[in-house]
C-alpha cells in the first residue's frame, strides 16, 4: 500500500512541477500559508478541498470583517428567541407553543446564467437541503429574481429557464411558492440574479445541528450517487496535474433531481425521528470537501474518511472530483456505531443509497483515504474556518456626490397627462403583473397556504390545531441602494418589515442574501459595508435580530458591477392565521373606505417614475424613520378593524391602488386633495412607513391612529362605477377599469410567451 509518506516523498522529489493553485482561485501568499499549515507541498487532493474552502463562495473571506457587525449590533434581548443564528445552515426561530421557524435565502447566480433551467432548480435544491439540515420539514419557498432589461434578447434566453426550472423543482417537491420578486435593469444582463429562500417547520426539542461528535461515531453519506457534475474550478481539475490523459467533460452547472430530493426529504425526517442522528450537514458548494471539514471541525475530534466507500456514478473518478463534486439531493450525517443499522435501515425503506465512509477520531486532522493513499492529511479547522480574511480597501466612489444630485423628473399635470402616466407606469415591466411567473408555481399544495397570490408577504400556517403561523417576505431596490447603500438597506429591511406587517403579523427575524460586484473593487466594499452596517443599525432599531444570510460577490459583467443588491427577507409570527389580513377589495358586503396611512413627500429619487420616464437614476432614496415602521405594525395588530390593507412602495399609491381595484375587479373613486398639494406626487411619490387600509369602520381606523402617532387620511371609496376615478383639486380622471387590467396583465406574456416551450426545460 503506498503510503501517506510516499505520496509527500513523490512531491518531494518533483519540486519544479508547479502546482496550478492560481487557476484554482488560490492568491500567492494563501498558496503559501497552505504550505505553512501542512509543513510540505499540497497533495493534490489538499490543493482543491483548501481551494473551494478558502474561496469567496464558502469562506466569506471579503466579507467577514464586516459581518461582524451583525452580532455586535445584537443585543441579548434581540437574539431571546434565536434557536440557531450566523453560522449555521440557517437560522432557527422560536414561534411558541414549542415550535420553530427556519429560514434562510441564498444565491445561485452564476449556474442561473450559464444554464438557467438547472441553475435555478438547484438553488432550489440547494436552499430547501440547507433547512433538512436543522432538523426541519421545509414547507414553502421564495424567489428574489432579477434579470437585464425586459425587452434584452438574453433576457428572453435566461427569464423563462430560471422560472422553469423554479417551478419544475419546487412544485416536484411539492412545496408551495408563497412570493417573491422579479425586477429587470440593464445592469444585470449577462449576470442574473436568483436568490432561494426557503421556510421550514420543526419542534423546538427536535433541532439538529452540523458538528461531528463521538469518538467512533460513524460518518454516513447517503442520497444521489456522487458524479462530476457542478466541480469547481473544472479547468484544473481537468488537467495533466491531477492525471496524465485525455482532458475530462465536466458539466459546470449541477443537474438536480426533484424526486430524488423529495424521498430525501421523508428519509431525513424518519431518521430524526428514529433518534439516530447526532449531527447532520447537507452537500452543497464544496460538496464533501464542505461537509467533512466542516462537521469534523465543529466536533470534538477527528476524522478519517475513506473515498473508496463514496457511491459514484462516474468511473475512475479522482479524489479530487469526488471531493469537490456538488452533485445535488446529498446529505452527511454523524450516526452512533449501536444506530448504524437502524440508519441503513430507514434509508433502505425510502430506497435512498447510503453509505459508511469514515469515522470520529482523535486528534483534530482529516486524513481522507483514496485507493489505498492518504490523499489528504490537514487539521480540519484550516480547511473550514481558518480561510484568509481581508480587510479590503473601500472608500466613498467619488462619482457618489454627483449621483446623489436630484436632477427632477416629469410630473404630468393635465389630466390626461396623469391618465397616460398611471397607465406607463402599471404596464412596465417595473409593475406589471407577474401572473405570467407566478402561475408557473403551485402556490397552495400541502394545504397551509393562507396567503401567497398577488400578497404583500406569504402567510403560512404552521400549527393545525391552534392556527398558529408565519408571514415572510423578501425585498430590495438596488436603484435605491445605489443612490446611498446605507438607506437602501434600510429601506429593504423596511418594505420586508412592512409587507409582514400589513398581514397583521409580529416581525421577528431577518435573514438576507447580499448581491454585489467585485469585491477587489474599493467602491464595491464601500458599498457593501455601507450596506451591512445600515441593515444591522435597522435590525437593532426595530429590535429583531439577523439570524443568517449569504454573501455573493463578483455580480458584475467585465467591469462593470451589477446594482448593489440586498436582499432582506422578514419572519413574522400569527397568533392566528385565520385573523390575517388579506389586500383583496370586495370581500365584504357593501362598500369600503380607503385611507393612507403614513405622509407623502415629494420623493422621486430612485423612483420606478424616474426609470421609466427616461430620467435616469440620481438623487437620494426616499427618507426613511424606522420608527413609523414600528408604529405601523402596531396599528395591524387590531386586524378586526380593516377589511384589506396593502403597504406603498415602488409606484407609490396610484399603482397600489390600482393593483388592489384590478384583482379584485372593484371599482374606486379617489380624492387626493388631502394626501399632497400636488396630484401627480400624491398618486406616485414612493415615500416609505405607509400603508393602504380598506375599512367599514372609518372612525375607529382613524382613533387607533391618532393613537399611535399615525397620519391617516380618507382618499376614497369602492364603487360600482366601472370605472377607476382619481380627483384633485380641479382634476378628474377616469380610466376604464378594463384598460387599466389590461394594461397591467399583457405585458409580460407579450415581452416572453413565445420563449415558453423553447428554452425552458433542458434535456
Known sequence: MTTFNDTVEAAIANPDLEQPYASLGLKDDEYARIKEILGRRPTDAELAMYSVMWSEHCSYKSSKVHLRYFGETTTEEMGSKILAGIGENAGVVDIGDGNAVTFRVESHNHPSYVEPHQGAA?????????????????????????????????????????????????????????????IFDESYAGNPLVNALCVGTLKVEDLKLAFASGLGNKVMLFGSRT????????????????????????????????????????????????????????????????????????????????????????????????LCSESQERMCAIVRPEDVERFKEICAHWDVPCAEIGEVTNGKHLIIRHRGEVVVDAPAHTIAHEGPVYNRPFAR???????????????????????????????????????????????????????????????????????????????????????????????????????????????????????????????VMWQFRESVHGLADGCKELGIPVSGGNVSFYNQTGDEPILPTPVVGVLGVHDDVTKSIGNKLGTVDGAEELYVLGETFDEFGGSIWQQISGAGLNGMPPAIDLANEEKLMEFFQAPELVTAAHDLSEGGLGAAVAEMAIQAGTCVQLDLDSVHEDAFTALFSESASRAIVATQNGVAVQQRAAELGIACVKIGVTCDCGDFVIRHGDLEIAVPLAELSDAWTNTLPELFGHAVGANSVVE
Open 397 to 523: 466612489p467619488t462619482w457618489q456626490d454627483e449621483l446623489q444630485v436630484f436632477t427632477g423628473v416629469e410630473k404630468p399635470a393635465t389630466a390626461e397627462g396623469i391618465k397616460d402616466a398611471l397607465l406607463k407606469m402599471i404596464s412596465s415591466p417595473a409593475l406589471c403583473s407577474r401572473a405570467f411567473i407566478t402561475e408557473q408555481y403551485d402556490r397552495y399544495v400541502r394545504g397551509n397556504t393562507v396567503q401567497a397570490k398577488n400578497a404583500d408577504a406569504g402567510v403560512l400556517r404552521i400549527d393545525e390545531t391552534t392556527n398558529r403561523g408565519v408571514s415572510v417576505s423578501a425585498d430590495a431596490s438596488g436603484r435605491y441602494t445605489k443612490l446611498d447603500p446605507n438607506t437602501g438597506a434600510r429601506l429593504a429591511l423596511a418594505e420586508a418589515y412592512r409587507n409582514v406587517a400589513v398581514t397583521g403579523a409580529r416581525p421577528v427575524a431577518v435573514t438576507n442574501c447580499l448581491n454585489y460586484g467585485s469585491p477587489e473593487n474599493p467602491d
Open 122 to 182: 438547484t438553488g432550489i435544491g440547494g436552499i430547501v437541503r440547507d433547512i433538512m439540515a436543522m432538523g426541519a420539514r421545509p414547507i414553502a419557498v421564495m424567489d428574489q429574481l432579477r434579470f437585464g432589461a425586459a425587452d434584452a434578447a438574453d433576457t428572453s434566453r435566461v427569464l423563462p429557464g430560471v422560472v422553469s426550472g423554479i417551478s419544475h423543482y419546487g412544485n416536484c417537491l411539492g412545496l408551495p411558492n408563497i412570493g417573491g420578486e422579479t
Open 227 to 322: 458524479g462530476l457534475d457542478g466541480i469547481g474550478g473544472v479547468s484544473v481539475l481537468a488537467s495533466d496535474t491531477f492525471e496524465e490523459g485525455a482532458e475530462r467533460k465536466l458539466p459546470a452547472v449541477q443537474v438536480g433531481d426533484p424526486f430524488a430530493e423529495k424521498v430525501l426529504i421523508e428519509c431525513c425526517l424518519d431518521l430524526y425521528k428514529a433518534g439516530v442522528v447526532v449531527g447532520i450537514q447537507d452537500l452543497g458548494g464544496a460538496g464533501l470537501s464542505c461537509a467533512t471539514s466542516e462537521l469534523a471541525a465543529a466536533g470534538d475530534g477527528g476524522m478519517e474518511i475513506n473515498l473508496d466507500n463514496v457511491p459514484l456514478r462516474a468511473e475512475n473518478m479522482r479524489a479530487a472530483e469526488i
